[in-house]
T-cell receptor, first 113, second 110 residues
Framework: IAGITQAPTSQILAAGRRMTLRCTQD?????MYWYRQDLGLGLRLIHY???????GKGEVPDGYSVSRANTDDFPLTLASAVPSQTSVYFC????????????FGEGSRLTVL | SQQGEEDPQALSIQEGENATMNCSYK?????LQWYRQNSGRGLVHLIL?????REKHSGRLRVTLDTSKKSSSLLITASRAADTASYFC??????????FGSGTRLLVRP
């Protein structure tokens, strides 16, 4: 049973570097999401995609970009990392944009120095 | 800004006791969901309650929803040490995105 796979699990990155967090799901879910989790702030939505070929902005999209070339993959890119992007990033998916529960990956811990 | 806010932020109880967590939200919702997160892991869905429902049960979990007060509560009965985790409510907005609160950290002492 795979579900959602995120990579890398953990990464230390110098400020100014470009970084792509990978997310792959094998459940054929239409909708996918990226959240960041910071202590005391819960999870905040960065970007989402209701279906392959479409993306949308969440609560905190600045400094991040996403693409959804196919159903399974939803990479998150930091074009030029800054220390405030130090966080744990979670990818999630659900069957349809309008219904159901979210399934989460195990997270990617990113430290920007 | 976050839609849901949990209360309390932290809760410590003895094994066997009941744990109650509350969630308040700001705008109208399609449904409300509760999730659990063990330390260092991803979130796991527990239960979903629709806006036209007032109460729902699943095993030792009981969720209530009061749309007039824009609040929900999660009750865990007969708690176990394995229930130690963080619990989050998530509201589903009009565009079907899930917005999470900041969570309640539950510690169940053996």
């Amino acid at each position: 049973i795979a579900g959602i796979t995120q990579a890398p699990t953990s990464q230390i990155l110098a400020a100014g570097r470009r970084m792509t967090l990978r997310c792959t799901q094998d459940m054929r879910h239409n909708a996918m999401y990226w959240y960041r989790q910071d202590l005391g702030l819960g999870l905040r939505l960065i970007h989402y995609s209701n279906t392959a070929g479409t993306t949308g902005k969440g609560e905190v999209p600045d400094g991040y970009s996403v693409s959804r070339a196919n159903t399974d993959d939803f990479p998150l890119t930091l074009a030029s990392a800054v220390p405030s992007q130090t966080s744990v990033y979670f990818c999630a998916s659900k069957q349809g944009a309008e219904t159901g529960e979210l399934f989460f990956g195990e997270g990617s811990r990113l430290t920007v120095l | 800004s976050q839609q849901g806010e949990e209360d309390p932020q932290a809760l410590s109880i003895q094994e066997g006791e009941n744990a109650t967590m509350n969630c308040s939200y700001k705008t109208s919702i399609n449904n409300l969901q509760w999730y659990r997160q063990n330390s260092g892991r991803g979130l796991v869905h527990l239960i979903l309650i629709r806006s036209n429902e007032r109460e729902k049960h699943s095993g030792r979990l009981r969720v209530t929803l009061d749309t007039s007060k824009k609040s929900s509560s999660l009750l865990i009965t007969a708690s176990r040490a394995a229930d130690t985790a963080s619990y989050f409510c998530a509201t589903v907005d009009s565009s079907y995105k899930l917005i999470f609160g900041s969570g309640t950290r539950l510690l169940v002492r053996p």
